[in-house]
């Protein structure tokens, strides 16, 4: 009788070290999905600050491209005003062989 106490004990003793373990191994699959959570908030943090870097780029790929399109406009109104001052001139020397022939 006696060991069918102790046995009934030892079964009792077995059964909890069993569900400690099963804790256990219930926290330390926590403890995972808590560093998974940290690591994704961590990319998240990341991919945003790329995100961010990539925009900052774009912005300066634009003001860049602004600078050579207004320098761009720049010549062209200056080719063009040359090519006025050209005409200008053409029409005065026609007019002075003109007046010249008379």
Known sequence: MESGRKGGREGERERDRERERERE??????????????????RHRQTQTERERERERHRQTDRETDRQRETERERDR???????????????????????RK
Not at 25 to 42: A, D, K, P
Not at 81 to 99: A, G, K, P, T
């Open 25 to 42: 191994r219930e926290r330390e699959r926590e403890r995972e999905r808590e560093r998974e959570r940290q690591r994704e908030t961590g």
């Open 78 to 100: 200056k080719r063009e005003r040359d090519r006025e001052r050209e005409r200008e001139r053409d029409v005065l020397y026609q007019e002075r062989i003109h007046l010249t």
